[in-house]
């Protein structure tokens, strides 16, 4: 009997229209082209338009893209995973509003919160469902809005140069194409540094694990998600350890690719493309030279759209493929590290 492995069958992008580039961010914060590029490699980004784009609106937009690719229609597809750090509401997830949106059958809608890593755990779970036989056509999405929830003063700069909006999603099918489709993928976390890149709120922990229990009164029930005291202070927003980020990021991109290399046999000169999580330029070309790998076999857009987070895989992936560098055939390598930890890859046969 053949093996049943999971393909790519249409994927499909969307980014918002309006353009900020570095001068537009330097014109409301203390910062610069020069020290956003040279630090990050971003020229520019992408943001919503309020009222009309989100997380899950993008992630519709793209879905249709990859659902015509794969000659698929809404009666078609069997379950969705949508994979987002900034999703449209706090509950429920961005999953249920794709599902609504496109017409989907009454078909399962799970939602990933693994951030960087998300695409790539949903490409894990979905290569389950596919492999089993249980589902045949999967809709992956990774969609973010960041803009909507980042510090636009000074005070929050580090990490606001480096996020934009956009989303990606792919339709993944059964084959029983000889070697062909998912080979393996491989997920890890290490939770001991949750709070060293986070957006802890509004949250529920109330002081738990962080220790700033001056945010909330003992005596007042109802208010633990977004207090007076948190709005005051400005603690709204996401915060990241820059350099405790890189340092971890550089040290296991090369490890799971490894890993994933040694479980099936093969070698990094067997690698054809490389899609790494567009986390920041400067990672990724440390990651290439750890790998050894050339530059025509990493693919890098950060330039265009800073990091989009569990969107910018699918979106990278999409690009290369129009690029015609993605081919038939290929062995492709998709991995990502960010906020948890978590960090993940995948090896696909083209
Ligand atoms: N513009 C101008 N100056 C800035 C900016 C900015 N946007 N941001 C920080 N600075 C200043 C800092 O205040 C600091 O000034 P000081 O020396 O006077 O205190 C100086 O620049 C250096 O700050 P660092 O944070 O040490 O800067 P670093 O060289 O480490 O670069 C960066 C910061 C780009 C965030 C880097 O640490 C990095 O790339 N880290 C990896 C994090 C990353 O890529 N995260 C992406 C997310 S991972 C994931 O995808 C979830």
């Known amino acids: 009997m053949k093996q049943v492995r999971t393909k790519i069958a249409g994927m499909g992008y969307y980014v918002p229209e309006n353009v900020v580039t570095n001068d537009d961010l330097a014109k409301v914060m203390d910062t610069n082209d020069e020290w956003i590029q040279e630090r990050t490699g971003i020229k520019e980004r992408r943001y919503v338009t309020r009222m009309k784009e989100t997380a899950a609106t993008m992630g519709v937009e793209a879905s249709k893209k990859a659902m015509e690719k794969a000659g698929v229609t809404a009666e078609d597809i069997d379950f969705v995973i949508f994979a987002t750090?900034?999703?449209?509401?706090?509950?429920?997830?961005?999953?249920?509003?794709?599902?609504?949106?496109?017409?989907?059958?009454?078909v399962g809608a799970l939602d990933i919160r693994n951030q960087c890593?998300?695409?790539?755990?949903?490409?894990?779970?979905?290569?389950?469902?596919?492999?089993?036989?249980m589902y045949k056509n999967i809709l992956l999405i990774g969609g973010e809005a960041h803009s909507s929830g980042?510090?636009?003063?000074?005070?929050?700069?580090?990490?606001?140069?480096?996020?934009?909006?956009?989303?990606?999603?792919?339709?993944?099918?059964?084959?029983?194409?000889?070697?062909?489709?998912?080979?393996?993928?491989?997920?890890?976390?290490?939770?001991?540094?949750?709070?060293?890149?986070?957006?802890?709120?509004?949250?529920?922990?109330?002081?738990?694990?962080?220790?700033?229990?001056?945010?909330?009164?003992?005596?007042?029930?109802?208010e633990l998600m977004m207090t007076q005291k948190i709005m005051d202070a400005g603690d709204r927003y996401p915060n990241?350890?820059?350099?405790?980020?890189?340092?971890n990021a550089v040290r296991r991109f090369p490890e799971v690719i490894n890993e994933a290399l040694s479980a099936t046999g093969h070698s990094v000169e067997d690698i054809d493309m490389l899609i790494p999580h567009q986390a920041n330029l400067r990672i990724s070309q440390f990651v290439q030279s750890i790998m050894g790998l050339p530059d025509d076999k990493v693919f890098n857009n950060i330039q265009k759209y800073g990091n989009t987070t569990a969107a910018s895989i699918p979106i990278a992936l999409c690009e290369a493929y129009d690029a015609g560098k993605v081919k038939d055939g290929d062995l492709v390598c998709l991995a990502a590290f960010g906020s948890g930890f978590t960090w993940a890859s995948a090896l696909i046969r083209w």
């Open 85 to 106: 750090l900034s999703p449209d509401y706090f509950f429920p997830g961005c999953g249920v509003l794709v599902q609504r949106e496109l017409g989907l059958d009454k």
């Open 240 to 247: 990241m350890e820059g350099p405790f980020v890189f340092k």
């Open 117 to 133: 890593s998300g695409f790539i755990y949903g490409l894990s779970v979905a290569d389950q469902f596919i492999k089993t036989g």
């Open 150 to 222: 980042l510090d636009f003063s000074t005070r929050g700069r580090n990490v606001t140069v480096i996020f934009g909006d956009g989303a990606g999603a792919v339709v993944l099918q059964p084959t029983e194409e000889d070697g062909k489709g998912v080979l393996t993928t491989h997920l890890h976390s290490d939770g001991r540094y949750a709070e060293k890149l986070a957006f802890i709120n509004p949250g529920s922990h109330g002081g738990a694990h962080t220790g700033n229990t001056e945010y909330y009164d003992e005596d007042v029930y109802g």
